[in-house]
């Protein structure tokens, strides 16, 4: 909200004229500078940064939730944050190949974190990745502690808060589907509706990715290892899709190597659901084209339906179960992160609007094993977030301010400690 500091300014100013309870003027107006850098991470086919317009932005405008605002500035930034915040490198992300299997997007991440705290002589940061960028961090926490960054020593834990949103951790029902209905031949071919080219590769997968590393090449200057549209499908897949294939994929065995325990000081995440009706465009077309709703608040051990993703329906497909992507019942690690808003109403509006917060919720526990939550923490809709699966970044139309969202998510972590 661009305007946010005007009226904040003419609240002080307001309320040194107006008699209000103290209760009124206790809001906060500016997330506090986090101790340790923020790092940002971007999910499947997503670019830190591309013509402009970021991933992790604001809609419309496409600024970067971490841009803090100089004096007077209004537009281009996010006048919610500390100064600090950007002048003293605390919010970065970074672009990793855009369709390709967490092992290989992870190991970027790491290389970007490690180069990045060498760089400015941060010892520690903080992790928030959205969708497959969730699956990312985990891999890159891994490799922080693993190794000597930054004269720290391999063994110690360089990473303060690890949050994910939207993530699949346990896979997306969506992903199966749509490789059950465009794959073929052990999952080298990803458009099996068509005919294939001349050399026997994929039309539609070749274009995919040729697409891929030509916005990567153009958003980074150089040149991309290759995406992988294959690869990126499988690694959101719960189970091994192809057992016969001398080749182990899938969120299970990922999540086996690559836990969330051990590796950050504290771990939670924030779960998405959302009515159909209100689906970005983008999301809607992928049900369509595919013919698929989720049913994705039910429990059992591992993926009891052959659904692509752990857990089962409860028998009732509705709406609010999932986000366009990804069911509830697979997104939970670690506590679950509960996003509170807390708008001006009425006349109290000439006090400026307080920052929204996130609590963490107690009634869904924690979540160690991220292959094995419980019955409540698969099923339970308590602190869900109402947006769908593009709305939490710069894909709307939604009825979420970005800027704000992040700025509250920066002063939870530092709340936390980091």
């Known amino acids: 909200m661009t305007l946010k500091k005007i009226a904040t300014s003419l609240a002080f100013v307001s309320a040194a004229s107006l008699t209000f309870s103290n209760s009124v003027l206790a809001g906060t107006y500016e997330a506090d500078e986090t101790s340790y850098p923020v790092?940002?991470?971007?999910?499947?086919?997503?670019?830190d940064s591309i013509a402009g317009y970021h991933y992790f932005g604001e809609d419309g405008w496409g600024t970067f939730i971490g841009d803090a605002c100089s004096f007077m500035e209004l537009n281009g930034c996010n006048d919610w944050i500390a100064w600090g915040q950007q002048a003293r490198d605390k919010a970065e992300a970074f672009q990793v190949t855009s369709l390709n299997s967490s092992e290989v997007r992870g190991e970027e991440l790491y290389n970007h974190v490690r180069n990045f705290m060498a760089t400015t002589g941060?010892?520690?940061?903080?992790?928030?990745?959205?969708?497959?960028g969730g699956?990312?961090?985990?891999?890159?926490?891994?490799?922080?502690?693993?190794?000597?960054?930054?004269?720290?020593?391999?063994?110690?834990?360089?990473?303060?808060?690890?949050?994910?949103?939207?993530s699949p951790h346990r896979g997306s029902p969506y992903a199966q589907k749509?490789?059950?209905?465009?794959?073929?031949?052990?999952?080298?071919?990803?458009?099996g509706i068509l005919p294939p080219l001349a050399d026997g590769s994929d039309p539609c997968g070749e274009a995919i990715v040729q697409i891929g590393d030509i916005l990567f090449d153009f958003a980074t200057g150089s040149t991309t290892a290759g995406n992988d549209i294959i690869q990126?499908?499988?690694?959101?897949?719960?189970?091994d899709y192809e057992p016969n294939d001398g080749i182990t994929t899938g969120a299970k065995v990922f999540n086996q190597n690559y836990g969330s325990e051990g590796v950050a000081g504290y771990v939670g995440s924030i779960v998405t659901g959302q009515d159909d009706g209100?689906?970005?465009?983008?999301?809607?077309?992928?049900?369509?084209?595919?013919?698929?709703n989720a049913d994705g608040d039910g429990y059992c051990v591992d993926d009891c339906n052959n659904s692509g993703a752990a857990g089962q329906g409860d028998g009732n497909t509705y709406d609010m179960d999932d986000d366009g992507l990804v069911g509830i019942n697979s997104q939970q690690m670690g506590h679950r992160i509960q996003y509170n808003p807390d708008d001006c109403r009425g006349f109290l509006c000439v006090l400026g609007n307080?920052?929204?917060?996130?609590?963490?919720?107690?009634?869904?526990?924690?979540?160690a094993d991220i292959n094995n939550p419980n019955s409540t923490q698969m099923t339970?809709?308590?602190g869900k977030l109402s947006q769908d699966h593009l709305d939490v970044i710069s894909l709307g139309p939604d009825t979420l301010d970005e800027e704000e969202f992040y700025a509250a998510m920066f002063q939870f972590i530092k709340d936390r400690g980091y």
């Open 278 to 292: 209100n689906l970005s465009p983008i999301l809607g077309i992928v049900g369509a084209a595919i013919n698929f």
């Open 354 to 367: 307080p920052l929204d917060t996130f609590s963490q919720v107690g009634a869904t526990g924690y979540v």
């Open 39 to 47: 790092i940002f991470a971007h999910g499947m086919a997503g670019f």
């Open 380 to 382: 339970s809709h308590t």
């Open 122 to 132: 941060y010892n520690k940061v903080s992790l928030v990745g959205h969708s497959q």
């Open 178 to 191: 749509i490789m059950d209905k465009y794959s073929r031949n052990n999952n080298d071919e990803f458009c």
């Open 232 to 239: 990126a499908g499988l690694q959101l897949i719960y189970d």
């Open 135 to 166: 699956f990312d961090i985990r891999k890159a926490a891994h490799r922080l502690k693993d190794n000597t960054v930054n004269g720290v020593a391999a063994g110690t834990v360089k990473v303060g808060a690890m949050i994910s949103i939207s």
